[in-house]
């Protein structure tokens, strides 16, 4: 017997030589496998309807768990179809009728019950490589958005209601007998805790199916084996580093076309169209990757689907709890699972959801073919991840929409690019580029996620802001619970020829994560606050004063210090060319140590301390840390603040 089947058919209702007795050909008593389920839940929430594409309605209260909702379907299912078909056995029947029972009494969803027909006259590449699922493409579910994620019954079959879906670490399932399959056979075909993770993303995306890979790059290898030779593949300009790679130097080599078109333009989109007419696919993200591009899909589904073209959607940035394209025309939509449906960088994992059967029967064929299935283990850690991922992400757009407004307004940002940045009032009434993308995007999603980019106008203060940093790890990921930050040009696009590249080089990349954001705010302020300097850079080991308890007030308070004067948001937008100098100057400038309440004079090692011009002052906490009164230890900060005032008077007089 095989280790594999062929293609998957998220569509097929009944397997082997039943299949064919609904097809019209030869009756037998095959045995029926689940089918496909279209759920549509009434507005009023009081009953729900589940219709099959076999015509049983099952009418059930939204209280009864799915088991029991496709138990009661099934076995009207198994009633209608024992009335149809004649008790008399013919021996074709006998082949088939010895291993598995029509019992509608015992009927059970069982996998162990469901079978694949074996028998020479079946086409085996015809056969699903799992059992049928569900088709979540009319999908209307009663939960409100941040339930859906966690209320999910994966393993409904199980007969110990487990709570956390088991993880079936098998790389092979034994068989019924030598001319039956079971419901799986290999894990590269198909396997329970990766079947669960695909029905969850696919109900998710209001997907017909979902089907999961190692990495968001083979899901994207996948949509791309959707071409043959002599097809032409447009692509948008803006789109991911590993994506450009993949087309440019992978399917081009195929004898796949591939060009690379802005298609926020619809204009420049039709002039594509009308220059090939071998055009089968369009690839491209919303917002894009980094400059946050974006593309009205419903304009341009209408414009692809005219010309029967497949259009395909990586919607990593959003996740389906923003975005979900295929209810705005999408045909194909692509995510990479290494970023908020796991949300802790912890392991990899891509996912592909299409809208229709054939769709679903070629990439289940490519992920059979090529193996790049996600393994067991992996899919039960997106499993898992899924179960926060809304709190996750609106968590992480709340402070980005905050840093976002801080990075808006501070002078060393040239241009910010967030698609969640409310455009101001005259650019409203002026129509401006920025307004109508912010009219598009919220048209499309609920919210601009948590990722962003700016640029500075100079590559090297763009280094220094990324080298100063100290919450944002330098990665080349996003979604994760941390925030992140990185520079395109030299990291996630640096794969793209120079001369190709249609991002600047100092444009810096930023994932904001779920941590406190005045926490974020205050790394950002002091990481601009140095790159505007000559300053030295802070060690990129993270100092011990990160983690100790905080001696200054929240974020909006006025500086300990003259050096703080540039990152303090007391000072706001006002880094000037005379407050940068102060740090010069700064050195000059000496904490007093106060007396004392007592007025004990100071000890041997305090005086030769403050007699070495070269040593270091105390900072405020250590002063703090001597001072019996909250009077006394306000008395250094007072003086290093006026000392600083002073200091700008000094050098306006200068001038």
């Not at 912890?346 to 229709?356: Q, Y």
């Not at 930023?510 to 030295?536: C, Y």
């Amino acid at each position: 017997m095989s280790e594999e089947r062929g293609s998957a058919s998220n569509g097929v209702t009944l397997r082997g030589a039943a299949a064919r007795e609904e097809e019209g050909g030869e009756k037998t008593n095959g045995v029926v496998g689940r089918s496909r389920v279209n759920s549509e839940w009434s507005d009023a929430g009081e009953q729900a309807r589940y219709m099959s594409e076999d015509g049983v309605p099952v009418e059930t209260s939204p209280a009864l768990s799915p088991r029991t909702i496709e138990h009661q379907r099934m076995k009207q299912l198994v009633l209608q179809q024992q009335q149809q078909t004649p008790s008399t056995s013919s021996s074709t029947e006998s082949t088939t009728s010895s291993n598995a029972s029509l019992d509608a009494s015992s009927f059970s969803l069982d996998p162990a019950r469901q079978r694949f027909s074996a028998v020479p006259q079946d086409d085996y590449n015809e056969l699903p490589t799992y059992p049928v699922r569900p088709s979540y493409k009319e999908f209307h579910a009663n939960l409100r958005p941040c339930s859906r994620p966690v209320v999910f019954d994966g393993c409904p079959d199980d007969p110990h209601r487990p709570a956390s879906v088991p993880i079936y670490q098998t790389a092979t399932f034994e068989q019924p007998s030598s001319v039956e399959y079971g419901s799986y056979d290999y894990t590269r075909s198909g396997n329970p805790t990766r079947t669960a993770l695909e029905k969850q993303v696919a109900m998710l995306e209001n997907a017909h199916a979902a089907f999961c890979f190692g990495s968001g790059m083979s899901a994207l290898a996948a949509v791309t084996r959707l071409l043959r030779s002599g097809d032409t593949l447009l692509v948008g300009s803006d789109i991911y580093g590993g994506m450009h790679r993949l087309t440019s130097r992978v399917t081009s080599q195929a004898g796949v076309k591939v060009r690379f078109v802005e298609t926020w333009d619809l204009d420049k989109v039709r002039q594509a169209l009308d220059a090939d007419p071998n055009v089968k696919l369009l690839h491209m993200e919303t917002p894009s990757n980094p400059l946050m591009r974006i593309t009205d899909m419903r304009a341009l589904a209408a414009v692809l689907h005219a010309k029967d073209i497949v259009l395909s959607v990586d919607s990593t940035m959003m996740t389906p709890h923003l975005q979900q394209p295929l209810l705005h025309g999408a045909d194909i939509v692509v995510h990479s699972l290494t970023k908020f449906f796991g949300g802790h960088s912890d392991t990899s994992g891509g996912i592909c959801c299409v809208r229709s059967e054939p769709l679903a029967k070629k990439i289940a064929f490519f992920q059979n073919a090529e193996g790049t299935g996600l393994s067991p283990f992996d899919c039960w850690l997106f499993l898992r991840g899924i179960k926060t991922l809304a709190i996750r992400v609106e968590r992480a757009q709340e402070n980005a929409m905050r840093i976002a407004a801080f990075l808006h307004r501070h002078p060393l940002v040239k241009e910010i690019f967030y698609a969640g940045l409310e455009p101001s009032r005259d650019d409203m009434l002026s129509g401006a580029q920025s307004a109508l993308d912010y009219k598009i995007h919220m048209g499309q999603a609920k919210g601009g996620g948590c990722v962003m980019s700016f640029v500075t106008g100079d590559v090297q203060v763009s280094r220094r802001i990324i080298d100063s940093l100290r919450l944002f790890k330098l990665t080349v990921s996003f979604g994760s619970c941390n925030s992140l930050c990185e520079m395109p040009s030299t990291l996630s696009h640096a794969s793209i020829p120079a001369d190709q590249r249609t991002l600047p080089d100092d444009l810096i990349r930023l994932s904001v994560g779920i941590e406190d954001v005045n926490d974020l705010l205050e790394d950002l302020q002091q990481a601009l606050g140095i790159a505007g300097t000559t300053l030295p850079l802070p060690g990129k080991e993270r100092p011990a004063a990160m983690h100790e308890e905080r001696v200054q007030p929240e974020l909006h308070s006025p500086p300990k210090h003259p050096e703080e004067a540039l990152s303090s948001s007391w000072t706001g937008s006002m880094v000037t060319p005379t407050l940068r100098k102060i740090r010069a100057y700064s050195s000059n400038f000496k904490v007093l140590q106060p007396r004392s309440a007592s007025n004990t004079p100071k000890s041997s090692s305090s005086s030769s301390s403050d007699a070495d011009p070269g040593s270091r002052s105390s900072s405020p906490s250590e002063l703090l840390a001597h001072q019996p009164s909250k009077l006394a230890s306000a008395i250094p900060l007072a003086v290093a603040f006026l000392g600083g005032v002073v200091a700008a008077l000094l050098i306006q007089s200068q001038k």
